[in-house]
């Protein structure tokens, strides 16, 4: 079967950054997706429509087709008193807040310089390029409440709250 939309994809990858740095990787079939529901990045969704399984792809995805480029404007210093843990605050902690527009968003500590906290809401794999190996392990129909969820489910199955 060929993965195209609303397929259920089983692979194994290894991501890279340009410099061969492992970034993320997940083997023995243990990454599963949703073909179509916007579950991975957009570059490797794109190099993996077609495709069936025991196919392996090498793919290098530009950061526009990634995580986006880095935006210098989503990083900002802000005062120690602004977060609900101020003695827990360390670079590379990751907390959630909110956009003005109500969006949730990942900020990570990237300073920390007395009651000065630089925050930075990119996300962390911004303005790289993402070098995939990847091998196709299963291709399935997805169910009808994986389509209408948008996403998988596993064996067990599991339920909203």
């Known amino acids: 079967m060929q993965?195209?939309?609303?397929?259920?994809?089983?692979?194994?990858?290894?991501?890279?950054?340009?410099?061969?740095?492992?970034?993320?990787?997940?083997?023995n079939g243990q990454f599963v997706y949703l073909h179509g529901a916007f579950n991975i990045v957009p570059g490797l969704e794109k190099a993996l429509d077609?495709?069936?399984?025991?196919?392996?792809?090498?793919?290098?995805?530009?950061?526009?087709?990634?995580?986006g480029e880095r935006d210098d404007a989503r990083s900002q210093v802000v005062e120690r008193e602004?977060?609900?843990?101020?003695?827990?605050?360390?670079?590379?902690?990751?907390?959630?807040?909110?956009?003005?527009?109500?969006?949730?968003?990942?900020?990570?500590?990237?300073a920390v310089e007395g009651d000065k906290i630089t925050i930075d809401g990119n996300h962390p794999l911004a303005g790289v390029t993402l070098n995939?190996?990847?091998?196709?392990?299963?291709?399935?129909e997805a169910t009808e409440e994986e389509i209408s969820h948008g996403h998988v489910h596993g064996p067990d199955d599991h339920h909203h709250d």
């Open 132 to 140: 995939f190996d990847v091998t196709i392990v299963d291709v399935r």
């Open 50 to 67: 077609g495709k069936t399984s025991g196919d392996q792809v090498s793919v290098s995805v530009s950061p526009e087709d990634g995580y």
């Open 82 to 110: 602004m977060f609900d843990t101020p003695d827990e605050i360390e670079v590379g902690r990751q907390f959630h807040a909110q956009s003005p527009d109500g969006e949730t968003l990942v900020i990570t500590v990237t």
């Open 3 to 27: 993965i195209a939309e609303q397929k259920v994809v089983t692979l194994d990858y290894i991501l890279k950054d340009d410099a061969g740095t492992v970034i993320d990787q997940s083997q």
